[in-house]
């Protein structure tokens, strides 16, 4: 099973820009469907973003035309670029990786990346 490791949180000002990054063990990443996922405090955690292996993606319409997710394969790498930050972005994002269609139940999940926005 594929493991993963996220990196790139941080503290950033309303208006500014992260990237995270995910890094995934195994030889078989490119099979994997991946997926940005983030939890507030209080609140559920919810489908950020979502890429397939082909390279089909998904956004949550909070996060439309401010965040993209990519993947470089030669690097068993995914990436969120998060630009336009909102205070109610502030979360602990996860990656996670499933076999198949974006939505569904993801069987690997990262320890979680701490993404603070403030106003």
């Known amino acids: 099973q594929v493991q993963l490791v996220e990196s790139g949180g941080g503290l950033v000002q309303a208006g500014g820009s992260l990237r995270l990054s995910c890094a995934a063990s195994?030889?078989?990443?490119?099979?994997?469907?991946m997926g940005w996922f983030r939890q507030a405090p209080g609140k559920e955690r919810e489908l950020v973003a979502g890429?397939?292996?082909?390279?089909?993606?998904v956004y949550a319409n909070s996060v439309k035309d401010r965040f993209a997710i990519s993947r470089d394969n030669a690097k068993n790498t995914v990436y969120l670029q998060m630009n336009s930050l909102k205070p109610e972005d502030t979360a602990v994002y996860y990656c996670a990786a499933k076999l198949g269609a974006i939505q569904g139940k993801y069987d690997a999940w990262g320890q979680g990346t701490q993404v603070t926005v403030s106003s």
């Open positions: 890429i397939t292996r082909s390279g089909g993606t």
């Open positions: 195994g030889r078989t990443f490119s099979a994997y469907t």
